[in-house]
């Protein structure tokens, strides 16, 4: 098997950014993906609207139109569809990448295995991560986070219609997810570790999920913290003392992160505290020569500095890094 130039892994926005830069500058290329097509927007609530502008979410030139103010999580699907049939990208899906092994002579050897346990070896000058963290939730670490009826995800509302429903979380997800239920008719309740809702909400959804707080439409605790989930309830702790709260389904909503252990077993050294990969944020190049990351997994923890607004960029740098390094090699 050949040795490509780059092996990009990922295929959402920030690293379908980077195969477009890679083919308009003659690199050889190949991407793989664990999931689907932008595998974390599919992943999205059903009717989940973007927080930006449609141009801002823009790859490789092409223009995403809407007739509305802001796309839908269907609109954006529909775009990056478009984004790989014109750009005619090949990419490798239902390939999770398990390990990125650096060889004697500076390349890389990466392995993927496909659900059926399928093992596949592939060579390359130099890696991107593209993997976003949309993978990974942040786990409360609790008694019964793991029972059938506890989620990290949201999908939509219709399946919880007459259900008594906690949402864990206080940014926009959780307000979202709440406000939708309580629209399609489950009881819900938002618990919340801080004293107030998160400041990244979006501005149309923040009056909305206050006002149903306040007439009692929506039930919430905040300075409160779940400390298990039974079959039947949360049990939540605060400065009252310990309250079980009724839930016949649970949405555990309190962010993701990253696969850091990837990026460690990589030779990738990432904070412990933070989860921020070591790398130079001009180049996003790691410690590790020649691996690089872009898009969300470089934020950490901090999952709110990088969107696809920004992270669509970092290919482009990559690249034309790469291709430098690559000519002077000749």
Not at 93 to 115: L, M, N, Q, R, Y
């Amino acid at each position: 098997m050949s040795i490509r130039d780059i092996l990009i892994v990922g295929a959402g926005p920030s690293g379908l950014a980077t195969a477009i830069a890679a083919r308009q500058l003659g690199l050889d290329f190949a991407i793989v993906e664990q999931g689907v097509l932008v595998n974390s927007i599919f992943n999205f609530p059903t009717q989940m609207v973007f927080f930006t502008t449609p141009e801002l979410l823009e790859i490789g030139g092409l223009p995403l139109t809407t007739p509305f103010d802001k796309p839908t999580r269907l609109e954006a699907l529909r775009y990056y569809r478009r984004v790989v049939d014109t750009y005619q990208l090949q990419i490798a899906f239902e390939e999770k990448v398990v390990e990125i092994e650096s060889e004697a002579d500076g390349t890389f050897a990466v392995t993927t295995a496909s659900p059926r346990g399928r093992l596949r070896v592939r060579e390359a000058r130099s890696v991107v991560l593209a993997i976003g963290y949309y993978d990974i939730p942040n786990l409360l670490g609790i008694p019964g986070e793991d029972l059938p009826h506890v989620s990290h995800y949201y999908d939509e509302a219709h399946p919880y219609y007459r259900k008594r429903v906690v949402v864990v979380g206080g940014k926009n997800s959780a307000a979202e997810a709440a406000l939708e239920m309580y629209r399609a008719g489950a009881h819900v309740t938002l618990v919340h570790r801080h004293a107030a809702l998160g400041d990244t909400i979006k501005y149309w959804v923040r009056p909305d999920i206050e006002n149903r707080i306040k007439d009692g439409a929506i039930a919430a605790r905040f300075d409160t913290s779940v400390v298990e989930i039974t079959p039947t309830a949360v049990v939540v702790e605060s400065a009252a003392g310990r309250e079980e709260i009724p839930a016949e389904q649970v949405f555990l909503l309190t962010g993701y992160h990253a696969d850091v252990d990837l990026m460690r077993r990589a030779g990738i050294q990432c904070d412990e505290v933070t989860l921020k990969p070591d790398l130079n944020p001009e180049t996003f190049e790691t410690n590790v020569p020649n691996l690089f990351i872009a898009g969300g997994a470089i934020a950490g923890r901090q999952t709110g500095t990088i969107f696809i607004e920004n992270g669509r960029f970092h290919g482009e740098t990559i690249v034309k890094k790469l291709a430098e390094r690559f000519r002077q090699q000749e």
